[in-house]
C-alpha cells in the first residue's frame, strides 16, 4: 500500500479559549493515526502547551492574531507544526531550572517547554524574528 | 466538547478542600490559582486539592502547585494532592511533582495524613 | 464595546471518518458565539451534511482532496462556508421530492439540502463550475 | 472525541431488536445499513431500531429507515423506532418521520406494539 499522507489544519483566534478545541482537534488526529491512548495524551499535552505560548508570549493574548496548527500523518509519524508571527524567542537561552530552585524562587511558569520535550520524539524551533517562528514536533508512530 | 471546569472549596477540620472538575489549563488556571489565594488570604494553609475528578492538566495547572507550596510551607501548611486519574498523574510525574507533592490515592487519606501530623505536633 | 470579528478554520482530508471532528468543531464554535444547546446541534446537523455532500458528491471519496469549513461569528450571527472544488451542480435543480414519495420509491437519500435548508437561517449556493462551489450558511444569534 | 459508534443485534419473541449506540452519520451509517439487510435477508421483518443510546443522527442514518420501510411492510413486518432522545428526535421530525414511522418511548413498548398487533392478527 502506498503512503497516504494526511494533512489537518486548525486556525483558530489567538484565545486560551480555544485550548479545548485544539485538544479535541489533537485528540482526534491522534486517534486517526492510530496511537495509543497514553500517546494521545502526550501530544495533546505537548500542542496545548505549544499553542498556550504563543497566545500569552508571542500574541499577549491579542485576540486579533491567530493560532494556526498543521498536523500530518504519514506511514510512521505525526508531526504537528505551529507558526506564529510574534516577536520570537531564543529557545537555547531559556534557562531550565530544576523544579526545587522554580519552588524556591514561587515561579509560576518555566514548564511547559521542558514537557513538550518530554512528551515528543523530536521538537525543532526555526526562530525568524519578526516573520515567523515555528516549532515543529514529531511523535513516532508505534505499531501495537 | 469536554465538560467544563468547575472548581468549588469546602472546609473540614480546619482543612479547606479544593474540588477540581474537568481540565485545568491555560484558560481555567487562574481560577484555580485565585481559590488558593482566598484560603491563603483567610489564613487556611492546610489544603487538600481533590483531583478525583480532574480530567486534565497543563503546566499552567501545575504553576499554581509550584508558586504557593512554599509560601503554604513557610506557614507550616502543606498543599496535598488526592484521587489523580492515571493520565493526570502521568504530568505530575514526568517533571517530578511526586518527590516534592505529598499525593494520597483518595481524599479520606489525605484528610487522615493532615489529622496525623496535627496529631503528632500536639501529642 | 466594538463588534470583534471571530474567525475560525478547520482543514481535514475529504473522507467521512473526520464528520466527527467536524462536528466537535461547529459545536466548539457555537458555544463560543454563545447559542443555545438546541442552536448548537442545528448548526452541528447542517455542516455534517455540507460536509458529507462535498465528500460525497463534490470529491468522491477521494481523500486526497480536503474539505475546508470556515465559521465565523459576529455579533449578532454565525456564518459557515464550505468550499469545493469539485464539478459542481445545480442546487436548484435539485428536486424536493416528498417523504412519502422517497419512501416508495425505496431512496436512501435527497435528505440532506432540505435538513440543511430547515436548519439553517440563510442558505446560499455560489456554484463556479471546475473553480469553486461555496456553501454559504447563516444562523442568527438571539441573545438569551 | 465523542464516543464511536456501535451496534448490536438481539432477538426477542421473533423480533429483532437493533441498538445503536453512540453517531449515526455518513460515516457509520453503512453499518447500520448491512444490519438491516442482514435482518431481511433472514427473513425478519419485525424490527425494533432501540436509539436509547444514539446521541446523533445525519441524513444518513434517516436514510437507511426510509430506504427499507417500504420493503419490509411489503412483507407484513414493520420498523419501528424506540427511545429516541430529544435532540434526535428532532432531527427526525424535522422531516416529518414521526407521521410515517411508529416511535414508542422506550424498548418495551416498541416490542409490545408488535405482540398486540400479531396477537390481533392471530386471534
Ligand atoms: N512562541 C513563543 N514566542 C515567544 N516567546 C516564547 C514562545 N514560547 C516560549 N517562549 C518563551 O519561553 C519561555 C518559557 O516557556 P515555557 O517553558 O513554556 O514556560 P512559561 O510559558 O510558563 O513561561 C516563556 O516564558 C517565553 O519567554
Ligand atoms: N457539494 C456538492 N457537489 C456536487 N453535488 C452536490 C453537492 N451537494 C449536493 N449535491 C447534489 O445534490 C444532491 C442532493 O443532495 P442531498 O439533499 O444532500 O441528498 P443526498 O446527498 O443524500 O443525495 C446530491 O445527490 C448531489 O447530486
Given at each position: 500500500?502506498?503512503?497516504?499522507?494526511?494533512?489537518?489544519?486548525?486556525?483558530?483566534?489567538?484565545?486560551?479559549?480555544?485550548?479545548?478545541?485544539?485538544?479535541?482537534?489533537?485528540?482526534?488526529?491522534?486517534?486517526?493515526?492510530?496511537?495509543?491512548?497514553?500517546?494521545?495524551?502526550?501530544?495533546?499535552?505537548?500542542?496545548?502547551?505549544?499553542?498556550?505560548?504563543?497566545?500569552?508570549?508571542?500574541?499577549?493574548?491579542?485576540?486579533?492574531?491567530?493560532?494556526i496548527i498543521r498536523a500530518n500523518i504519514d506511514d510512521d509519524s505525526i508531526?504537528?507544526?505551529?507558526?506564529?508571527?510574534?516577536?520570537?524567542?531564543?529557545?537555547?537561552?531559556?534557562?531550565?531550572?530544576?523544579?526545587?530552585?522554580?519552588?524556591q524562587d514561587r515561579k509560576d511558569g518555566g514548564l511547559g517547554m521542558r514537557?513538550?520535550?518530554?512528551?515528543?520524539?523530536?521538537?525543532?524551533?526555526?526562530?525568524?524574528?519578526?516573520?515567523?517562528?515555528?516549532?515543529?514536533?514529531?511523535?513516532?508512530?508505534?505499531?501495537? | 466538547?469536554?465538560?467544563?471546569?468547575?472548581?468549588?472549596?469546602?472546609?473540614?477540620?480546619?482543612?479547606?478542600?479544593?474540588?477540581?472538575?474537568?481540565?485545568?489549563?491555560?484558560?481555567?488556571?487562574?481560577?484555580?490559582?485565585?481559590?488558593?489565594?482566598?484560603?491563603?488570604?483567610?489564613?487556611?494553609?492546610?489544603?487538600?486539592?481533590?483531583?478525583?475528578?480532574?480530567?486534565?492538566?497543563?503546566?499552567?495547572?501545575?504553576?499554581?502547585?509550584?508558586?504557593?507550596?512554599?509560601?503554604?510551607?513557610?506557614?507550616?501548611?502543606?498543599?496535598?494532592?488526592?484521587?489523580?486519574?492515571?493520565?493526570?498523574?502521568?504530568?505530575?510525574?514526568?517533571?517530578?511533582?511526586?518527590?516534592?507533592?505529598?499525593?494520597?490515592?483518595?481524599?479520606?487519606?489525605?484528610?487522615?495524613?493532615?489529622?496525623?501530623?496535627?496529631?503528632?505536633?500536639?501529642?
Amino acid at each position: 500500500m502506498a503512503a497516504i499522507e494526511r494533512a489537518f489544519t486548525l486556525q483558530v483566534p489567538s484565545s486560551t479559549e480555544n485550548l479545548a478545541l485544539i485538544r479535541e482537534f489533537v485528540t482526534t488526529v491522534g486517534q486517526q493515526a492510530g496511537l495509543t491512548e497514553a500517546e494521545i495524551g502526550k501530544i495533546e499535552l505537548a500542542v496545548d502547551e505549544a499553542c498556550a505560548n504563543v497566545i500569552e508570549h508571542a500574541y499577549g493574548h491579542d485576540e486579533s492574531k491567530e493560532v494556526i496548527i498543521r498536523a500530518n500523518i504519514d506511514d510512521d509519524s505525526i508531526t504537528f507544526e505551529i507558526v506564529d508571527t510574534g516577536k520570537g524567542f531564543d529557545p537555547n537561552k531559556i534557562a531550565q531550572e530544576e523544579l526545587e530552585k522554580l519552588i524556591q524562587d514561587r515561579k509560576d511558569g518555566g514548564l511547559g517547554m521542558r514537557l513538550i520535550k518530554k512528551l515528543m520524539d523530536e521538537v525543532q524551533y526555526e526562530i525568524v524574528p519578526g516573520q515567523k517562528n515555528e516549532l515543529r514536533m514529531i511523535k513516532r508512530i508505534r505499531k501495537a | 466538547m469536554p465538560n467544563p471546569f468547575t472548581i468549588s472549596t469546602t472546609h473540614q477540620n480546619n482543612i479547606s478542600i479544593i474540588t477540581l472538575d474537568g481540565f485545568v489549563d491555560a484558560h481555567t488556571a487562574p481560577q484555580f490559582e485565585n481559590a488558593v489565594q482566598t484560603e491563603l488570604e483567610a489564613g487556611n494553609v492546610r489544603i487538600v486539592v481533590d483531583c478525583s475528578k480532574l480530567n486534565y492538566i497543563s503546566s499552567a495547572g501545575l504553576g499554581v502547585f509550584m508558586s504557593f507550596i512554599e509560601e503554604v510551607r513557610d506557614l507550616n501548611g502543606d498543599i496535598k494532592i488526592s484521587g489523580l486519574v492515571p493520565k493526570v498523574r502521568h504530568t505530575f510525574e514526568i517533571l517530578g511533582f511526586h518527590d516534592l507533592f505529598e499525593m494520597s490515592e483518595d481524599l479520606n487519606s489525605a484528610l487522615a495524613s493532615f489529622s496525623a501530623a496535627q496529631s503528632a505536633k500536639e501529642g
